[in-house]
């Protein structure tokens, strides 16, 4: 589903969206930009008070990558990563073991 807004309205709605499947850690975002280039990120931002700590969890980030995929036309790939982030329950540890166990799975 896409829902059309303002950034600011647009924020709320995936802070919102995030926090209700899963968390907003789990979650990607788009700034969509028809005719220029769109920016994807985490919903929950870069959190610089744990850089370097093992602690971020980068689950959002790699999802918001199939995301721009999927806008690149590239959807097939794009569902790859996906189904590598799925059952994320099963994805623990340091943010280089998830990474690791996700690239395993693709």
């Keep these: 589903d896409v829902i059309v807004t303002d950034n600011l309205f647009g924020d709320i709605l995936t802070d919102l969206g995030g926090a209700v499947s899963g968390g907003i850690g789990l979650a990607p975002t788009a700034n969509l930009n028809p005719t220029g ?3 994807f990120e985490p ?3 870069s959190a610089p008070d744990i850089v370097g700590t093992g602690k971020a969890n980068p689950i959002a980030a790699i999802l918001s990558g199939a995301m721009m995929l999927d806008h690149l036309g590239e959807s097939e790939a794009a569902d790859r990563i996906r189904a590598a982030c799925a059952e994320t329950e099963t994805l ?7 990474g690791d166990a996700i690239v395993a799975r693709l």
């Design 43 to 45: 919903v929950h931002g």
């Design 92 to 98: 623990t540890g340091t943010t280089s073991e998830i």
């Design 37 to 39: 280039m769109s920016m």
